[in-house]
């Protein structure tokens, strides 16, 4: 199958900094990608639709100039979390869609802690 | 609208023994199906998918899972669980999303234990 590269898997930062998150389609050109977060213990919720070479949209409640996504080329998509806080650790999942659009391909999840 | 409900949060098992995870949906459209496993810190890796063909589904590791339209269902099952398969596992229900992409929703998951 598709392979989708997210990068770092693990990341710790200051509070206040903010940390870039890396989402590849390593063998296929995606035009859409998909940004999640899981809490822990929970399931896997929806933050933003991204498309390449337009702006992102965002699910309820996801404050956009916080969560800044940029998807310039059809295999990257990044997801800036902006002057983090504590309550933005979490496990953040990207993933995009293949061929037909009959199956996402998800990313290995980066696990952000904010101290 | 589309949701998922997964009906158990932990489910536990001898190793062995069958598998049943429980998974009902709603959708406005003709639904497309998925289970997904996620292992502890890893991504998730799909199990297996259905797409409005065969109404019984068999994915890898052994799993196969039934779409049932009368009870809006899609259960997870394998006959004889190994200590490998002890993970969290995710029913997913897709919609069509804007430009012809497919927005997921997913259920609130299953931990499944395997007890040696």
């Known amino acids: 199958g598709a392979v989708v590269s997210q990068h770092p898997s693990r990341v710790i930062c200051k509070s206040g900094t903010s940390v870039k998150i890396e989402c590849r389609s390593l063998d296929f050109q995606a035009t859409t990608m998909f940004w999640y977060r899981q809490f822990p213990k929970q399931s896997l919720m929806l933050m933003a639709t991204?498309?390449?070479?337009?702006?992102?949209?965002?699910e309820q409640g996801v404050e956009k100039d916080k969560f800044l996504i940029n998807h310039a080329s059809l295999t990257l998509s990044t997801l800036t979390v902006t002057s983090a806080h504590p309550e933005d650790s979490s496990f953040y999942i990207c993933?995009?869609?293949?061929?037909?659009?009959?199956?996402?391909?998800f990313g290995q999840g980066t696990r952000l802690t904010v101290v | 609208a589309q949701s998922v409900t997964q009906l158990d949060s932990h489910v536990s098992v001898s190793e062995g023994t069958p598998v049943l995870l429980r998974c009902n949906y709603s959708s406005s459209y003709s639904p497309s199906l998925f289970w997904y496993v996620q292992h502890p810190n890893k991504g998730l890796q799909l199990l297996l998918k259905?797409?409005?063909?065969?109404?019984l589904v068999k994915g890898i590791n052994g799993f196969e899972a039934e779409f049932k339209k009368s009870e809006t269902s899609f259960h997870l099952t394998k006959p004889s669980a190994h200590m490998s398969d002890a993970a969290e596992y995710f029913c997913v229900v897709s919609d069509i999303y804007g430009f012809g992409n497919e927005k997921l929703t997913f259920g609130t998951g299953t931990r499944l234990t395997i007890i040696p």
């Open positions: 993933s995009a869609d293949g061929t037909a659009n009959t199956e996402a391909f």
């Open positions: 991204s498309n390449e070479g337009s702006k992102a949209t965002y």
């Open positions: 259905y797409t409005s063909a065969a109404t």
